[in-house]
């Protein structure tokens, strides 16, 4: 009982520590396909605060619909709403609702994966006008089991 508590607690916690010590997220991801077709939806939900349990910093709800092109590529479409507060002032929040397109590329060099992200990002923020932003992720997979390392 011991070990499953654990696993939990590492697989759905990390802790941040850019501006306060005590900060956590709690993060789920997840994905089912649409019967046996090349559609998949995304999903998830991220959960961060300021203190460890407790005052709320930012909640941010996103889900897609996933097209996978070829087996390397997948083309996405997607919403989001996001919903930040300050430190200790939780009536005041900035409510953000973003429609979103994304590509994902994956290539594999020897043994690592590297998987990159294009996204292009309609923000609407508090009754501002509409902002855009595009971001990019690049991401590396490398297995850590030297017996499987190919050279």
Do not use: C
């Not at 916690?13 to 649409?34: D, E, K, R, V």
């Not at 019967?35 to 300021?50: A, D, G, T």
């Amino acid at each position: 009982m011991k070990k499953a508590i654990i696993i939990l607690g590492i697989l759905f916690t990390s802790f941040s520590f850019a501006n306060n010590p005590l900060g956590g997220w709690l993060m789920y991801f997840g994905n089912f396909q649409l019967n046996n077709s090349n559609f998949k939806i995304q999903y998830e939900y991220q959960h961060r605060n300021h203190e460890l349990l407790y005052d709320l910093n930012q909640a941010l709800f996103r889900t897609a619909l996933q097209y996978n092109l070829k087996n390397q590529i997948q083309l996405s479409a997607g919403y989001g709403f996001v919903q930040t507060e300050k430190t200790d002032i939780p009536n005041l929040p900035l409510r953000e609702h973003r429609l979103y397109q994304e590509a994902g590329l994956q290539q594999n060099v020897l043994s690592i994966v590297l998987r990159h992200r294009f996204r292009h990002e309609q923000r609407f923020i508090n009754q501002q006008d509409m902002r855009t932003r595009f971001r990019y992720l690049i991401a590396a997979d490398i297995p850590i089991n030297l017996s499987s390392i190919i050279i």
